[in-house]
T-cell receptor, first 111, second 110 residues
Framework: GEDVEQSLFLSVREGDSSVINCTYT??????LYWYKQEPGAGLQLLTY?????DMKQDQRLTVLLNKKDKHLSLRIADTQTGDSAIYFC???????????FGGGTRLMVKP | NAGVTQTPKFQVLKTGQSMTLQCAQD?????MYWYRQDPGMGLRLIYY???????DKGEVPNGYNVSRLNKREFSLRLESAAPSQTSVYFC?????????FGPGTRLLVL
């Protein structure tokens, strides 16, 4: 089956930028997503990008997609302690609405 | 507009007991999903329902059954719980591009 990989952990200082990376194997991906999960909570959709786009910006969030290398990144500008959470990358193929998730990256923001 | 709701929030079962996890959405979405989340493994799809009256297996369906009761409700049943089913269970519903998740049910099987 298709696979989505993320690094396990990222630590940054408050005010710095964070970059969370994701790679995927499905060459027929149509949409790619970033979800945020705070402790004890469900998944909150942060942003998504259509596969024919290279970049999407939404306030402090910038998503970059390199379709050739199957690489997706999420940049958080001016990272705050409230951004500490687990971030999941997910992709949707071209058959049905099912998502394949990565294992999640735990972001720790130090004051 | 509550979005996706799940009950119960927490449950402890003994091995061999049965239970049903409930999920409801008020967004008039056609598709609904059940996932389990285990440490370091992201979310894995158990079952999904593309529309009312249809259900299909996902990546890890063994030990589970589902019912799409109507457009709003999608339940997940464990007939004979096993310790390997200790997990956090998430329900989701979707429009074409986007899935919306419930708050989760934390299940411990002893």
């Amino acid at each position: 089956g298709e696979d989505v990989e993320q690094s396990l952990f990222l630590s940054v200082r408050e005010g710095d930028s964070s970059v969370i990376n994701c790679t995927y194997t499905d060459s027929s991906s149509t949409y790619l997503y970033w979800y945020k999960q705070e402790p004890g909570a469900g998944l909150q959709l942060l942003t998504y990008i259509f596969s024919n786009m290279d970049m999407k910006q939404d306030q402090r969030l910038t998503v970059l997609l390199n379709k050739k290398d199957k690489h997706l990144s999420l940049r958080i500008a001016d990272t705050q302690t409230g951004d500490s959470a687990i971030y999941f990358c997910a992709e949707k193929g071209n058959a049905g609405n099912m998502l394949t998730f990565g294992g999640g990256t735990r972001l720790m923001v130090k004051p | 507009n509550a979005g996706v709701t799940q009950t119960p929030k927490f449950q402890v079962l003994k091995t061999g007991q049965s239970m049903t996890l409930q999920c409801a959405q008020d967004m008039n979405h056609n598709s609904m999903y059940w996932y389990r989340q285990d440490p370091g493994m992201g979310l894995r799809l158990i079952y999904y329902s593309a529309s009312e009256g249809t259900t299909d297996k996902g990546e890890v369906p063994n030990g589970y059954n589902v019912s799409r009761l109507n457009k709003r409700e999608f339940s997940l049943r464990l007939e004979s719980a096993a310790p390997s089913q200790t997990s956090v269970y998430f329900c989701a519903s979707s429009v074409v591009e986007t899935q919306y998740f419930g708050p989760g049910t934390r299940l411990l099987v002893l």
